[in-house]
């Protein structure tokens, strides 16, 4: 039995898994971290988009970390949390865990913080429901 590195557990709520395929992979055979990013991306729209009560557009991605590469086969499940809202924006905590085909052990591998702003049918910024 190989000792693993103590990895945090999820903060947030479940909101997506997926399995990594083939066709994710770079040519070293690592799931592309553009492929991870964009799964990311629409698991922070899942809160985003509860709190706006409709669309929303990625503005800004910060602090994005790749703990460790995905391999293929690889079980990702994604966990988002609210940090803060403004009069339009939506800020969202993301982090993405990834579970080997044969094991029960969970292990980080990316996390990010995403901003969200709810838009009207004309594409621009409106403010959040109950927000003035």
């Not at 945090?8 to 070293?28: H, K, S, Y």
């Not at 799931?31 to 509860?50: E, H, K, V, Y």
């Not at 391999?71 to 009069?87: K, P, Q």
């Not at 094991?103 to 980080?108: A, P």
Request: with cysteine; charged share 20%; aromatic share 6%.
């Amino acid at each position: 039995m190989t000792d693993l590195p103590a990895s945090p557990m999820p903060t947030g709520q479940l909101v997506g898994r997926m399995i990594a395929m083939p066709a994710d992979t770079n040519p070293e055979g690592d799931i592309f971290g553009g492929w991870l990013l964009a799964q990311m991306d629409l698991a922070g729209s899942t809160p985003a988009f509860d709190l706006a009560g409709g669309r929303c557009a990625t503005v800004a991605v910060d602090a994005m970390v790749f703990h460790q590469p995905v391999s293929v086969g690889d079980e990702i499940s994604l966990y988002a949390e609210v940090l803060r809202t403004g009069r339009t924006s939506i800020r969202v905590r993301v982090e993405a865990y990834k579970r080997g085909r044969a094991s029960d052990h969970i292990v980080r591998v990316t996390e990010g913080v995403f901003t969200y702003v709810a838009i009207d049918a004309d594409r621009r910024p409106r403010a959040l429901p109950g927000v003035e």
